[in-house]
């Protein structure tokens, strides 16, 4: 826990500005997380994910290490511009995008494009000339927290047709990408993908074109209640699988980590709205925030992150709560499946600390359902 | 589909100004829609749910309209304060609410609370003295498209000691609510919630305590690929099971439509980014879209909502897709489970309609996911 947060959150405090929730993110510690990726894993490119959270001062202070970025629209393209870094630094790596914007990060001067398909190289071809392809493979997932769906990737076996295709249109067939799943606990993951990643490239070869790159994608985790693996053993497992599957040619890689670099750098603050039984014998207590689903905890869906969750009362006796948010939604449920352990004198008007809020929590917020603010987000 | 709504996107292209999906709203559709609900039950007031569409022309229309408004939150009622509308026309409809939330809608004139425990009676007694309040009981949802968790009410035994609890506290107990699930289809569902109402009233004049008011809730369903009954067939169910339980002496009533009121008067107008395969043999197409679960279609989640999609190509034959959002987040599929059938010659750069979104479409977008904007919203 960031002594730095909770100071800022005892000032916050005493200058009566903590009507709402906010979360707060510590730049020394995206600092440390940076440094640990660039060190554990020192040839690779790392490809900061903007979506995790596109905050100035975060873009700014991973411009300023050197970190490159992985964009998702051109929205994410102009913020990374905004920090001055080059448009070189710049990936743009989502497999769906309107010709048109295509286009326009061209004349920003982006030259690194993700497809999945002959149809995304065409429209890349048209309005990107001579850009670099790499082309994203599908990849199971096992062992993630959440393994993706399908939608993103082609399958292994037709991904050196799209990038015969590219090469024809007079793209540069740069190499392929994967993703292992988000918050993977699996270091074997990046060795199963690095061989079909491998089995591409020799079967490029085999056509007369050489490929060159790697994008390895996202998936580091960050400690929420679960205890994962800390980025040295993912570098190890990497780099023993990289020289595994591609002996002494090694080739150029990428990662790409979004919730790995900022996840553990934010901590919520949020208060008890109310904690009531819904009968008179009801064992379990209703516990209601004034954060959920819909203004920052976007990724409870399914309760498939449970957030660590500190109060003033901890190490009293605690009993199993149903966690809510504040909207009229039912849908807007924490932990139901599963019930939290809160301490048992924890009371309406209380303060918490969610922990490890960093990613995907701000841009998740809703413009304002059910009239509510969006998550109020202060990085220092 | 209406007409007003199709010159207004015809007239938005011919502008050049369609880049982006946005939702246009027919003020026309609102109007009949209200004026269906006041015919259908002349003696119930209508307390339209502000969240399913907050829109201030919306809000304008329906205060002329002579409607009332269930609120959310203080930002809620605010809203609808701002139509010029006074605050007794107001219910803070949310069973959750800090203390300093009351006592602002109280200092705006709000005196209609609900309250699903003594805790949240407690809050009332001591910042909105002598306000009336109804209680919240549990229903069990039975036959709609989501049966609600238990996130809101109390059970209907506690009810009564809940009310009474606010009468000792000099709050007016004014009566009891329920909502009987969202697009509920099955007008049995009122029948059995009203028998639980009746119970509540009679063990409250057991108490010595008379209740005045049901409120009934929302519920009542948009069209989307279902048909649904219409809304006179719910006037009569439930005209019919209000004189069944309470005899002579029926209670003064309320419903909050918000889905029932404005979902069949808008429309989105997206855009196929993408239509690809992920493998030669693919049987299905995947068709990416320029809006999905972050910036419009939530409701698509665990695919509940069907939304009727119509296209230029209408007519001709289809084959089964999955339909996707335009993000790099794996969550971001509209229908693959049941995949959707589309025309075979949908093309990259088509439009499509999509029917029935005029409710919870603009406010559960987020802020910025991934870059993109925020829906666009018309109001016509």
Redesign the interface.
Known sequence: MSERILEFLRRREANGAS?GPCVVVDLDIVRDNYETFAKALPDTSVYY???AN?DPEILNLLANLGSSFD?????????VLATGAKATRISY????????DIARAYQLGVRLFAV??V??VE?IARVAAGSKVFCRV?CDGLGAE?P????????P??AP?VLEHAHRNGLETYGVSFHVGSQQANLSAWDLALSMAAGVFQEMALRGIELKMVNMGGGFPARYLKEVPGVPSYGEAIFSALTKHFGNRLPSTIIEPGRGMVGNAGMIEA?V????????D?ELR?V?L?IGM?NGLAET?GEAIRYPISTQHDGGNTAPC?L?G????????LY?KTPYELPVSLS??DKVLIDACGAYT?????????????LESHVI
Do not use: Q
């Open positions: 009507d994910a903007v979506k596109p964009c998702a629209s051109v929205g994410e393209i102009e913020m790596g989502n497999t769906i995008k309107k010709e048109r999945d398909c149809e995304e429209k599908l959440w993706l769906s399908r939608k993103f990737g082609c399958d076996a037709m047709d208060e709205v109310l904690i009531s039984r819904k009968s008179a009801d209703w209601y004034d819909f869906l149903v809510a504040p909207t009229c939604d039912s849908v807007d449920v139901e309406i008007g701000t841009t998740y917020s809703t413009v304002g359902f059910n009239g509510f603010a969006p």
